[in-house]
């Protein structure tokens, strides 16, 4: 199957073969929905996830200053609003929770894969296409997507682990998955070949990253 039958998205994560698969289904996803993944994992996690969400939103706003229209800047907007606040209020109370100490929340030693992840999203945005930034933000969202969908009839207690995975797969973020997905099969189509090419790689990228980011936390 080509791009033009599967869509430019499809064809990057049917590519991503195994990787996709693992960061869907990862342990650490089956474990925070089980509510077995060790409150000391979890914070760990939050502290270095938390680390690169300015980086985030600094990426998703070079897309809207390179968007092409008012409709994708709303959208992307929207998001941008999301993160900016529900998902920042959910980690602050989290920390209370989980007792993170106020260093680590602000200025936390940086693992190698966040790092990664940083420089990463930093170059798509300052160096990146529109089309680039989407296919760098997409697999990152589309994961969250569907390991939290795979996750969420499951409700656990505590809230840090249940409000992450409903952060994950309400209505508004479902709607934004799909809205990217099918922005970025439309870049796609208008990009020359090399930008298709530094798109893919993109994707490919952000997929292994995905993966190395949970196996810090629950290895496999
Ligand atoms: C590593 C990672 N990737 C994606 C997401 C979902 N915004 C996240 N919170 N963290």
């Known amino acids: 199957m080509n791009d033009a039958e599967a869509g430019f ?10 990787d996709w698969d693992v960061a869907c289904g990862h342990p650490f996803t089956v474990a925070l929905g089980d509510s077995t993944l060790p409150t000391a994992a979890m914070a760990d996690y939050l502290v270095q996830d938390y680390a690169f969400v300015g980086t985030l939103v600094s990426m998703v706003g070079f897309a809207v200053g390179k968007a092409p229209n008012i409709g994708a800047q709303a959208r992307l907007s929207a998001f941008l609003a999301a993160v900016t606040s529900d998902e ?7 920390f209370d929770a989980l007792q993170v100490p106020a260093a680590d929340r602000s200025r936390p030693a940086l693992r190698e894969v966040t790092k990664q992840l940083i420089a990463a999203m930093e170059e798509a945005g300052r160096q990146g296409s529109y089309g680039e930034i989407l296919a ?33 797969v309400n209505g508004n973020f479902r709607a934004f998955v799909l809205w990217l997905k099918a922005e970025t099969d439309e870049a796609a189509k208008t990009a020359s070949a090399d930008e298709r090419q530094a798109m893919a790689a993109r994707f490919a990228r952000m997929v292994q990253l995905e993966v190395d980011f949970f196996d810090m936390f629950q290895p496999r």
Do not use: M, V
């Open 136 to 168: 760098t933000l997409l697999p990152a969202e589309w994961i969250y997507l569907t390991w939290a969908e795979a996750q969420a009839a499951k409700a656990p207690e505590a809230f840090y682990f249940r409000e992450w995975i409903d952060l994950h």
């Open 9 to 18: 998205a499809e064809t990057c994560r049917q590519k991503a073969g195994d």
């Open 88 to 94: 920042n209020t959910y980690f602050q109370r989290s």
